[in-house]
């Protein structure tokens, strides 16, 4: 059965300063999808990125960028010089094309203090 | 982008009734998604919704207790069916786009139910 694992449950940096989320997970399907989303202090849910299983190209979108690994099964999540705006809790989650199902990490809860 | 609108966006209700969540999207849009937070807790997809065909529910969860409608492209329904304490969560809805070569996903605000 798919599985992802968010390890840190709680970080907390100082502005400025590069932060890495990690994301390991497990399936046995060959195709399949990854995910990121925001879930700021106000609560409503941000997709940030998907990534699917036959691109391991690295991603960067502005601060954000996201490290897929097939061989280490994680897919990382860097905030460059992180801002007091990036305080949220992250989700990675997995589905796989087979059956669309899908699983979600427990999250990390990221704290960037001013 | 998609613009998703949640009603209701929180209630109270009493074990043993049901409640009616309503979606709506400003567009047509092909998949739409119920999915549950319960306090303190990460997201669990529920099922997808689709147009013109019955619901696709994720394990563990069944038509019985969460009945689903997609009369159209741009509007959902997610019933929580002979509700308990432990359906208290935060339900929402989100739909994908794929208008274009990148993939978007879009979340309604959410809808907070909490069971007496």
């Known amino acids: 059965a798919q599985k992802v694992t968010q390890a840190q449950t709680e970080i907390s940096v100082v502005e400025k300063e590069d932060v890495t989320l990690d994301c390991v997970y497990e399936?046995?399907?060959?195709?399949?999808?990854l995910f990121w989303y925001k879930q700021p202090p106000s609560g409503e849910l941000v997709f940030l990125i998907r990534?699917?299983?036959?691109?391991?190209q690295n991603e960067i979108s502005g601060r954000y960028s996201w490290n897929f690994q097939k061989s280490t099964s994680s897919f990382n999540f860097t905030i460059t010089a992180s801002q007091v705006v990036d305080s949220a809790v992250y989700f990675c989650?997995?589905?796989?094309?087979?059956?669309?199902?899908?699983?979600f990490g427990a999250g990390t809860r990221l704290t960037v203090k001013p | 982008s998609a613009v998703i609108s949640q009603k209701p966006s929180r209630d109270i209700c009493q074990r043993g009734t049901s409640l009616t969540i309503q979606c709506q999207v400003d567009?047509?849009?092909?998949?739409m998604f119920w999915y549950r937070q319960q306090p303190g807790q990460s997201l669990t997809l529920i099922a997808t919704?689709?147009?013109?065909?019955?619901?696709?529910?994720e394990s563990g969860f069944v038509i019985d207790k969460f009945p689903i409608s997609r009369p159209n492209l741009t509007f959902s329904t997610l019933t929580v069916s002979n509700l308990s304490p432990e359906d208290s969560s935060i339900y929402l809805c989100?739909?994908?786009?794929?208008?274009?070569?990148?993939?978007?996903?879009?979340f309604g605000p959410g809808t907070r139910l909490t069971v007496t």
């Open positions: 989650a997995l589905s796989e094309a087979w059956n669309n199902d899908m699983r």
């Open positions: 567009s047509q849009v092909t998949m």
């Open positions: 989100s739909v994908e786009d794929r208008g274009t070569s990148v993939y978007e996903q879009y």
């Open positions: 990534r699917n299983s036959f691109d391991e």
């Open positions: 919704a689709n147009q013109g065909s019955e619901a696709t529910y």
């Open positions: 399936t046995r399907d060959t195709t399949y999808y």
